[in-house]
């Protein structure tokens, strides 16, 4: 039942080249950067990631991105990651772009068992009808795109099929986690993380605060530990180590003069 490895690098050490992973985080909250840069140093390629974003900030996901490492990513945002776009447009990656709440019910679908389910996101678009750019040629022409789906009617109302979401892996960070793997998810830091680790057959989990067994309060339990098969627990430096990717500051407040 002790779940706890003693290094980054022996939690990722059966990640194999073309491996698909479910990796956890939105922008840089949340985000298991250690098992990431374990993978960038294990040399590991050729990757199929599902993410919202694909890191920021020479952050995250980003590290691997920038390196060549990622052959194939879907999410939801492509935000100001200006490599992420370019490699997108250039031909150099394929990208399956969602609605982000379908991405999510994905991955939970995938996570309970359930192989598909209809939602009306997407209905009319694109998303549903097929045409969407996963690949480019490099030339500004579509060399790869979305297949149709299938859409049927409900009481009057179009849904869209979509597939659950499995993978190989899934990496998460948590706030705190027990050596049975239980896992508890700091506020916005929760997001994606707990759907990313029931949609991977095999989840590593990097915690902030590593607890003995019964010192979690059950009811406070985020994911059960039967969905986590290997707890990192993080340095006090490596868990204080959170990248803000806006800082702003308001101007400061001028004082007035009052007459009486």
């Known amino acids: 039942m002790d779940k706890e490895v003693g290094t980054a690098l022996e939690a990722v050490a059966d990640v194999a080249d073309g491996a698909s992973l479910a990796v956890g985080g939105f922008g840089l909250s949340g985000v298991p950067t250690v098992l990431i840069e374990a993978l960038y140093d294990r040399g590991v390629s050729g990757l199929s990631v599902v993410s919202n974003n694909c890191g920021a900030m020479d952050s995250g996901l980003a590290v691997l991105l920038a390196a060549g490492r990622i052959a194939q990513v879907t999410g939801s945002y492509i935000g100001a990651n200006k490599e992420f776009a370019r490699q997108y447009l250039a031909g150099e990656l394929e990208v399956e772009l969602i609605p982000q709440g379908t991405l999510a019910e994905r991955l939970r679908a ?37 297949p149709p789906k299938e859409v049927r009617e409900f009481d009057g109302t179009e849904y869209v099929l979509e597939h659950g979401i499995r993978t190989d892996f899934a990496l998460v960070r948590a706030w705190k986690g027990d050596r049975h793997g239980n896992l508890v998810f700091r506020k916005s830091a929760r997001n994606f993380n707990p759907l990313a680790a029931t949609a991977g057959r095999v989840t590593i989990a990097e915690v902030e605060e590593l607890l003995e067994p019964g010192e979690i309060d059950p009811d406070t339990v985020h994911l059960p530990g039967i969905f986590v098969q290997r707890v990192l627990a993080l340095t006090p430096e490596q868990a204080a180590d959170k990248k803000i990717e806006r800082r702003t500051v308001s101007a400061p407040a001028v004082r007035g003069t009052v007459s009486t």
């Open 110 to 146: 995938g996570g309970a068992g359930i192989p598909a389910f209809y939602t009306p996101a997407g209905v009319g678009t694109q998303v549903a009808e097929g045409g969407l750019p996963w690949r480019y040629d490099g030339d500004g022409g579509v060399a790869l795109a979305s």
